[in-house]
């Protein structure tokens, strides 16, 4: 029988893959000011470098006043096709597995998994979470998203050549591993860690008890264990060609 898939279990497949590229995009950029033209569909940065980007996406828009989330494909301003086809990809693939939030034009906050504690906070973390959905479905990992007026937030893949990440090496994967554990509302650690070692290009391979993950690199071993909430418990690594 086929796994049914969820809203929860797509984002902790994507949370780590897609932080990783949000640190890769601060390494790109840096200190920054932004700018968007939708009917150019043009994204650039200014700041520390100028970088104008391949292509970029509009997702959506995140609003304190309602307190709902706005796919772009549903967005009353009748963008270009180009500009919002992947929100389009995202309500196919919603209504494909019924998930409700992926396939309704407006969502409200409280229908995220875990919403969030501060309401302050709900649109950009709203924002977040529906990129991180949108991102496993479209293949395109690179996002952000800004206020752009009374707490509203838009929201935006884009791509460019150097957005795309390194060659995994010991330090960084082991520093993304710490930092999404630290960070992250992971739901279930196992499958974010899985998630993240098969987008990722490295061997992952659990024990028949599922209690540990062994993810191999080019040069590197690290061992994950879980406990029986699917939380990490420990992490053992070891760089080189020796096996834990």
Request: glycine share 10%.
């Amino acid at each position: 029988m086929s796994e049914v898939i969820t809203l929860a279990n797509v984002l902790d497949d994507a949370a780590i893959f897609s932080l990783e590229h949000q640190v890769r995009l601060e390494e790109v950029v840096g200190e920054h000011n932004w700018h968007v033209d939708l009917e150019e569909q043009r994204f650039e940065f200014a700041g520390s470098r100028a970088l104008v980007c391949s292509r970029v996406h509009l997702l959506g828009s995140a609003a304190p006043g309602p307190g709902s989330w706005l796919w772009a494909w549903a967005n009353p301003s009748g963008y270009a096709e180009p500009l919002i086809a992947h929100s389009v990809r995202v309500r196919e693939f919603g209504r494909q597995h019924g998930i409700e939030q992926l396939a309704a034009a407006e969502v409200p906050f409280g229908a995220l998994p875990g919403g969030p504690a501060e309401p302050r906070f709900e649109p950009a973390r709203v924002a977040g979470a529906l990129l991180d959905a949108a991102k496993a479905v479209t293949g395109c990992w690179t996002h952000y998203h800004a206020d752009v007026g009374s707490g509203t937030r838009a929201a935006f893949l884009i791509e460019h050549p150097e957005f795309r990440l390194p060659p995994p090496e010991f330090p960084r994967v082991m520093r993304v591993l710490q930092q999404a554990i630290a960070e992250l509302g992971l739901r279930d650690h196992r499958r974010a860690v899985h998630g993240y070692a098969r987008l990722r290009g490295l061997g992952a391979a659990f024990t028949p008890d599922h209690a540990k993950l062994t993810i191999t690199g080019p040069d590197f071993t690290i061992g994950v264990e879980f406990d029986q909430y699917n939380r990490v418990g420990e992490i053992t690594a070891r760089s080189g060609a020796e096996t834990l």
